[in-house]
């Protein structure tokens, strides 16, 4: 059997297509001053075991070049690079390119729950804003006598709880659970504390 010396790595094969890649040299080429007149068909001098090891090479000096390393350290880390290269082509958010994974992950739920990017820039700040609004918004009842305050203090929840009046103060006044409390017994109980304190606002002024 015909065999041949892989050029690269000096390892003798039979000279097939198993080990050998096949190279088609295209008529009217001219080798060695000569023109071919018809396309020939030879193998190339490397093995195709050493041709996917060169080609591997190739592209880890290129890519070591594009990343401006060497290509010993591309090497060593080229799983990592790899890792990072395939997760930031999967980002949405190209700014999340230089965060960890736990980062982007965290940063994608604040997004899903309404931030934008220029949120996140002031996560925290914007983050106690948007707690102050909800809260002001969501209250109870209207304090808007206080401004703006917030938190609340106890002293103004407990004013603006006997300003208002609720079902509650007036079973708490009569000694009744709130469920015993008629409509009756809380319209009468409602009247009676405008009254006194009517009287009361009278008698200071």
């Known amino acids: 059997m015909k065999t041949k010396i892989c050029g690269y790595c000096k390892e003798i094969y039979p000279a097939t297509l198993e080990y050998f890649f096949k190279r088609v040299t295209k008529a009217g080429t001219i080798i060695n001053g000569y023109v071919l007149k018809n396309d020939s068909i030879s193998l190339k001098s490397v093995c195709k075991t ?3 090891k060169k080609t591997v090479l190739l592209v880890q000096k290129k890519r070591a070049k594009e990343l401006n390393i060497s290509l010993e350290e591309y090497q060593a880390n080229a799983q990592k690079i790899g890792r990072d290269e395939s997760r930031i082509s999967k980002l949405k958010y190209k700014e999340f390119k230089d965060l960890s994974p736990k980062e982007c992950s965290e940063n994608l739920r604040r997004i899903s729950r309404g931030y934008t990017l220029e949120d996140l820039k002031n996560f925290e700040v914007v983050k106690k804003k948007r707690l102050k609004e909800k809260y002001i918004k969501n209250r109870k ?3 808007s006598e206080l401004g703006d305050m917030y938190p609340l203090t106890v002293r103004a929840c407990n004013s603006k709880y ?3 009046i609720t079902p509650a103060l007036i079973a708490l006044r009569m000694n009744l659970p709130v469920k ?10 409602k009247k009676s504390r405008l009254l006194r304190r009517q009287i009361n606002s009278i008698i200071t002024n």
Not at 180 to 186: A, F, Q, V
């Open 162 to 164: 006997h300003q208002v």
């Open 50 to 52: 050493c041709n996917g």
């Open 180 to 189: 015993e409390l008629t409509p009756e017994l809380y319209e009468l109980g």
């Open 141 to 143: 009842y209207d304090y």
